[in-house]
């Protein structure tokens, strides 16, 4: 074939095989002009849902209005664009590089979108540079809790030097950021550095501590954690704290867990006489 | 309690409606005999986070259960949740169900809910006695939605919880949310148990008369990606396709099954997204009619049917029209159950689809609608446009259905899945020749949670890593050994290793679970009665396929015939063509290196390719639009996708060709050049898979023939996809 036709000539010739009938297909349908009307729309499920859909579409005219989105103000449109540069490896290449330079920056707006790209990309090459934005007070809490929670998308255990440092860090929501990541991390050994937090001064970052100790069954934290579940003011951390020392399962929290089985809270009773069960 | 009640005004379907579906005041309410009181869920209204089916986090504090008593246009409302308890003050509701015994005095209610306070949905009991309330122990850093009620003191439930402890949970490249997959708990909070794992999302479980499970999977093997009903057993063993492929299905996405009569459902049909997860309603039946109110005689995906009970309704993602709009569920009535039933159902007015409602600055409005699928109409029971009114339940006691035993345990080794098939040559699909089929391959699915960056090449396919091929007997059997709760599809493969057909479909086994089919994707109209333990290859003992290595080992070492786990493109093949291809395909425009070029016909600009194996980055596009940034020979071989350049429009000028057909080697045109040479049971350079009269060996004829792992090494390339990550080379492997 050496004339020149039309792709869907090319298409008809070529082999196409749907093992079974009845199949639909995933990126498909895409175009820049869907892409624009779904930003005119403002919804973000539309938004999303026609990035897909142009997933490896050669479309000139989409990247401007995409690349429009790694600065919208919501979380999950950024996130969609940033991924359908991720499938654009020469494009990628291009915004980390910018990206990083924006986490340099002293532009916090910024350095939380360069972050979520950065997360969104999941390239351990970021780390260092989200490490370092996420350690600089001259940021805004949220660009340093975006840079953590980059981090976490990354998932790799090289971020978990930084992922302990943030957890002292002086925003509450960043330390939370930390302890979300920490859970991220593939293959992560133990939750030591979570322990501290379990009587850290923000409620949610309580409640999730004592989460992430429960799941990696982190043994250090029984002794906090038994306090937790006999005195935190709030009943989520004292129901997280009896879900986190069942998975631990000492024989020792038995006395913590037996009281808190007539816990003021409804939240806590059920959790605590399940974790006497797994006790060993 | 009693609320300000919202009563729709005159509609084209309250005025359209059947006489057999009188109003108000009645002295009989026609399907609505015998029950008393409805509940439904009120949820405060949202556009976003709930365009897509799979979308489970959607948080916006203020929803409750509510009773509608009687379940009239003039009835009492009742908040059965979670007024009487402070502490879910700004709770969230996603879903819920009511046990088997529920009645207007008894019973319990579990839902999944959410507080301000918590990261994620947990799973809720409401004591309907006394309005008590307690919340399960499951784990808070995961979602935990989607609860039915199981016989025999259970929960069925869809989670974000990892069974496997230690590996991040899936999260499909395409879709990219943390997926669901399935588990049960005691009510007592104790025993939770997580099923083995798909590896995309699953939703929406129901409890089937005969005490299984039908659930929603979504199946996105390379170009297949659509959700399919699928059942189980309660344990979470014994995956079986139900409906949707095969060609039986009517559109994209079938979910919010609920069974009607044995083996027929009431199900939404629609679009994977923007259609707030609501789309048109169908009658679904698995099997024939069994002459015993059922429709379970010969039931199987092959036999399935449908009628679409509401045809107006759009099963696409386009807006709905006025006085058509969209469904959210629907639930039968206890008297309801004929040829064309009445439902409850939730439903919304116009246009139901996420961008035209944002744009318009509107929310759809789902209320509460009594439908009568015979005359098409609706009569409005309840709605308050300020919430979602869904998942109306007539509140009435059911059977419950019998308590049903898994899968069978094998004795080998109780971590791992025994997976097989009592003949391979019985299939459904395809002819196989007797003796043409050497052993089975089996594939395990990753995707990018893996360390991939959101992308796995130019394939559609997501991560493989081959376990083995299990060899298949005289009698036809195979048996394996694989990890347990891994995603696994299947290839029979000839004595070239070459897939004789693939599966497009992820199973997996629960440890100890022994999965034996009939055959290779076998008539699902016969009887097949399974007795592997009769099988030669079960006899023999089944192949160890890397059954007890962990996950992250299980990588190539070395990439021979028997060592090959993943094929990461850019060490394992592009040695091969270093070593026997660049001499001469070097991007050096020539009869050994064809060009094409792409034109924009709009702009002008064009874009000039020719055909190169060397392992420099290169790229393709037009204008400002550069893809790929893989190598030169993972562009030449896999190519631009074909589908996705028709979609841009663009002029295609000289030879393109794809090269490589991913999932399917046998018929790509790379392994046809080359005619691979015979690997099982023993590598043999004399024996070629196809005649070599009309496919000439070519790397032998240029003189630079290739070993036999270099062969099967090409092959198992194009049969797992044509990826260019494995994990052996994820940017992000720990």
Redesign the interface.
Known sequence: ????????T??AA??C???????????????AARIQ??I???????I??EL?RA??????A??APVMELLDDDRY?VR??AA?WF????????QLAERSVADLAGDDSRLARNAADVLG??????AIEALAAASSRTDLSGEARAHAVRALGR????DANGALAAAMSDADAAVRYEAL?AW??I???DGAAPVVALIDDAD??VR??A???A??LREASARVALEAQLASDP???VR??A??AL?RIGDRASRDALEAARSDA???????A???I?QLR | MSSTKYILGATLAAATIGSSLVGCGSESQGPLDGVDSIVFLQRPTRNDGMGDIFQYTSYTPGARLVKLSPPTADGELTVLCCDQDPEYADLDISGYDLSFDASESTGQVVFSGRRAQDEAFGLFLLRLEDGSLEQLPTNPNRNYVQPVFLPGDKIFFMTSAVVEEGAPQHQDEYERGVTLQTGVINVDGTNEVLGPRNLSHRIHPTVMSDGKILLTQWDHLGEMNAGHLITMAPDMTNMREAFGKEGTGVTNSYLKAREIQPGRFIAIGTSRDRTLQSGALLDIRLGADDGNGGFTRDMSEANASYRILTPDVPRGREPSSMSVGRYYDASPLPTGRGEYPALLVSWADGPVESGTLEAAGLTANFGVYLYDSATQSRRPIYDDPAMWDIFPRPLVSRDAPPEIDGAGKHQFNPEAGLIGSMDVYRSSLDTFAPGSIYGVRVIEGFSVEEGIPDDFGTSEHEGAAVLGVAPVYADGSWAALIPANVPVHVQPVDVYGLSQRNEPVWFSAAHGESRFCGGCHESRTETTIIQPGITQAVAAGPADLLSSVPRFSRASDTFTRDATVGVPWDQALQQVFDAKCVSCHNGTPGAANPSWTLTDPETGASFTWTFDLRGTEVSYGIGDEMFSGYSASHLSLMGPDMVDLEDSGLVVDGEMKIYVEPGNARDSELIRKLNPVRQFPTQDLGDRAFDTAEFPPHAAAVGAELTADEYYLLILMADNGGQFYSRENAPGAP
């Open positions: 074939m050496s004339n020149t036709k039309r792709i869907s090319v298409l070529a082999a095989t749907l093992l079974l009938v009845g199949t639909a297909t995933a990126g498909r349908g895409g175009s009307n779904a005119n729309t403002r919804s973000s499920d539309a999303i849902a897909e997933e490896r579409l050669i479309c000139d989409c990247i999950e996130e969609a991924w991720a499938r654009r490896p020469v494009m990628k290449r969104t990309f999941r390239h351990p090459d990354i998932g790799h255990a979300a859970l991220d593939r293959r992560q409620v949610r409640a999730k004592a989460a992430v429960g799941e709030d009943p989520s129901r997280n009896a879900w069942g809270s409804s939240l806590v009773r059920t959790t006489r399940a974790a069960s």
